[in-house]
Every structure is written in structure tokens, then in C-alpha cells.
């Protein structure tokens, strides 16, 4: 009987591995709303070909992170304040929800967690580094949805952190809110004490904050050089 040949393993997936890439730099605002992505640049940064690449762009468009334009190319998306307005009224409406359920779920090793992303997010701030610590910020948000286990909400959660990433980057007008740890802190301790009313009532207060936090005035694209924006974490 003919031995099988060993398969052997798969390589990573590269389009996977460049969307990857590109949301983590939309995410932290290394690349902004309006910039160009450039299918051959972002190949020869990447070592991958167009297809990937395409593929890649076409996987963050599905997620609204990319506006792919026909006849122009893919350009990171840009909310209008119509729009930015809707992803926050969205948020109003689910995330204090969410919390309560998170409180009422909540396991030692979830609040482990989510002190962790606090403990993060402030060496991020500490080290200068905003768009981190934002992106830090929003995947606090995210987890709370995870520990509240509804995996349908969870989704919409997670694409309206990724929207509202866009969002502040573009509208974003009071810096110093970065600096208002005390809501992640306060909404961790309810969570932890399983008290769900003032956990939902918390998100609530700290989505309205954010809210405040915009200047809903359209503003200008400004040019980038997209390979010196990908390649900064690179090094």
C-alpha cells in the first residue's frame, strides 16, 4: 500500500495577514480617512501580489474600514457627520445593554482582562502614542460585548467601534478626553461587582462623553505617504 505524502502546513494566509496590517493602521490612525491605498504600493510593501492585496481591501470594505471607488482605487473610508452622528446613536443604544449583561457574566479571568487593556492604554498615553492608546480603547468596548455572550450584538459592536475609530479620527476635537480613564475604571469595578444597573448606566454616560468629544464639521483630506504610514510598526 502506497504511503500517503506528508501535507504539509499551510503557510499563514497572506491576504488575512495584510488586512490585518492595514485595519491595525486605520485603527490607530496611522492611515486616515481619505487616504489612497494603492494596490501595487501596498504589494511591494507587503511582498504579495495585487490579488492579495485586492482581496485584502475588498475584506476591510466589507467591514466599511475601505470605500473602494470605481475607476479611482480603495481609499480609507470617510464618515460623513450624517453618519458619524448614526454610529454613536447606534452605540447609545446597544452598549449600555451590553454592559449589564457583561456584569451579570462576568468572570475573575474577564476582569483580568479587561484591566489588562486599561494597564495598556495608559503606557500607550504615557509613551505618547494616541492612536494606540485609541485603538487600546476601543478593543476595551469590544470585549465588554464578548463577555456579555451575545454574539449577534457582539458583531455590530465590533463594526461600529471599527466606524467610530474613522469617526474620531476625522471629528475628534477634545484630546484631553483620552486622559478620562476613570469611566473604563468605573465601568471594570461595576462590572466586576456584578452590578448591572450602574454598569449600563456608566456606558451610557461614557458613550455620551465620547459624543461630546466631536466637532461634527466636515474636514479636509490631507495627502499621505502611504509606505512610510505602513511601514512606522513595521520597524
Known amino acids: 500500500m502506497q504511503a500517503r505524502p506528508i501535507s504539509k502546513p499551510k503557510p499563514q494566509n497572506a491576504t488575512q495577514k495584510v488586512a490585518d496590517a492595514l485595519a491595525l493602521a486605520i485603527h490607530e490612525h496611522r492611515l486616515m480617512p481619505g487616504t489612497k491605498l494603492g494596490e501595487d504600493e501596498i504589494g511591494e510593501i507587503y511582498n504579495v501580489s495585487r490579488t492579495v492585496v485586492r482581496a485584502a481591501l475588498q475584506s476591510l470594505a466589507h467591514i466599511q474600514l475601505v470605500e473602494i471607488q470605481r475607476n479611482k482605487g480603495a481609499f480609507v473610508a470617510s464618515p460623513t457627520t450624517r453618519e458619524a452622528r448614526e454610529v454613536f446613536e447606534a452605540r447609545i443604544l446597544l452598549e449600555p445593554r451590553t454592559a449589564r449583561s457583561a456584569a451579570s457574566r462576568a468572570t475573575p479571568r474577564d476582569i483580568e482582562i479587561l484591566k489588562d487593556h486599561i494597564a495598556q492604554e495608559h503606557l500607550a498615553l504615557d509613551a505618547g502614542d494616541n492612536g494606540r492608546a485609541l485603538n487600546l480603547s476601543g478593543r476595551f468596548h469590544i470585549e465588554i460585548a464578548r463577555i456579555a455572550d451575545q454574539n449577534t450584538i457582539s458583531q455590530f459592536i ?35 461587582d456584578g452590578d448591572e444597573q450602574n454598569a449600563e448606566e456608566l456606558m451610557h454616560s461614557h458613550i455620551v462623553d465620547l459624543n461630546s468629544a466631536l466637532d461634527l464639521r466636515d474636514r479636509p483630506v490631507q495627502a499621505q505617504n502611504l509606505r512610510e504610514l505602513l511601514q512606522a510598526t513595521d520597524q
Do not use: K, M
Not at 475609530?165 to 469595578?189: K, M
Open 158 to 192: 465590533e463594526t461600529l467601534i471599527a466606524r467610530s475609530s474613522l469617526v474620531i479620527a476625522l471629528y475628534w476635537r477634545r484630546e484631553s478626553a483620552l486622559c478620562e480613564s476613570h469611566a473604563h475604571h468605573a465601568l471594570v469595578q461595576s462590572i466586576a
